[in-house]
């Protein structure tokens, strides 16, 4: 009710069709971005690595960071390892106000391998779209994951660090 007072005005007059439509941005042809992607460094310990790439942006209209997890899903172009099967299905890439949700098609990777695909995730929206939180979902659902939340904590995320001041003042003596 809400909005659709702060959309209509106070005065309660006007509809949703009085809206302008809204369009697509078209990109042009051969726009690309610099784009920071997180893989699984080659120990296969689990600890991720950064490898920065050239990201087309005009071969698809789904947006910016879909285009950003396209090419994460891809693999790594070095001999880092990847962090999902190439084959899977990107369903949609939201980012509002510090949150990302990223919703893959169905899957067979397994929970630990879902929470290393979500950590990727993570780190690789933080670093390209400043997003603190990613919630991974398939098929629009909460996958069996310890938890469903994820928050980056790589070398973007910023690390709460304890600061101390000092202070000089001169004495009551002189």
């Not at 697509?24 to 460094?41: I, K, S």
């Amino acid at each position: 009710m809400g909005l659709c007072l702060a959309l209509a005005g106070c005065g309660g007059q006007g509809s949703f069709a009085d809206l302008p439509e809204v369009m697509p941005y078209p990109v042009p042809q051969g726009q690309t971005m610099r784009a920071d992607l997180y893989f699984l460094d080659e120990s296969g310990a689990g600890t991720l690595a950064v490898e920065s790439r050239e990201v087309d942006l005009s071969y698809r209209e789904q947006g910016t960071y879909w285009q950003v997890i396209q090419e994460l899903i891809l693999g790594p172009q070095t001999a880092l390892l990847p962090v999902c099967p190439g084959n899977t299905a990107i369903n949609s890439v939201m980012v509002f106000r510090g949150l990302a949700v990223v919703d893959i098609g169905e899957t067979d990777m397994d929970p630990a391998a879902l929470q290393i695909f979500r950590q990727a995730l993570a780190e690789t929206l933080y670093a390209n779209a400043m997003a603190q939180y990613t919630l991974l979902t398939v098929n629009g659902r909460l996958p069996q994951v310890e938890y469903p939340l994820e928050k980056a904590e790589g070398v973007y995320a910023q690390q709460e660090v304890n600061r101390v001041a000092l202070g000089f003042y001169k004495s009551r003596t002189g």
